[in-house]
């Protein structure tokens, strides 16, 4: 059965960097992976996406210009590089996959509803 997990969180200071890892384990292979992020007191949301078929990224309008998603279809692996963070990103971000050929209902990467497999989530704070 798929595992997800995901790394790479800590504190840093506003205007700095963090690049998250998540890696999908076992022998199942995914569609796509992405990333979620949910603050204290709000509701989960959407960060970017990677389809690894095509290579296409999707990205939240918060985070454009500022967040970058990469991955490695081989290792079944994506990151997240994370630029000029600002307090209003702080926030626990989840690495979630999508199972390759698995039937299912349509959806959207942007939709938490389209993945099978969530990690555990890693904390990212970000200091005034």
């Known amino acids: 059965q798929m595992q997800v997990v995901e790394s790479g969180g800590g504190v840093v200071q506003a205007g700095g960097s963090l690049r998250l890892s998540c890696a999908a384990s076992?022998?199942?292979?995914?569609?796509?992976m992405g990333w979620f992020r949910q603050a204290p007191g709000k509701e989960r949301e959407f960060v970017a996406a990677?389809?690894?078929?095509?290579?296409?990224?999707y990205a939240a309008d918060s985070v454009k210009g500022r967040f970058t998603i990469s991955g490695n279809k081989a290792k079944n692996a994506i990151f997240l590089q994370m630029n000029n963070l600002s307090p209003e990103d702080t926030a626990v971000y989840y690495c979630?996959?999508?199972?390759?050929?698995?039937?299912?209902?349509?959806?959207?990467?942007?939709?938490?509803?389209?993945?099978?497999?969530w990690g555990q989530g890693t904390q990212v704070t970000v200091s005034a």
């Open positions: 076992g022998r199942t292979l995914s569609s796509t």
């Open positions: 979630a996959a999508r199972i390759y050929g698995l039937s299912r209902g349509s959806g959207t990467a942007e939709s938490s509803q389209f993945y099978d497999v």
């Open positions: 990677l389809t690894f078929y095509s290579l296409n990224t």
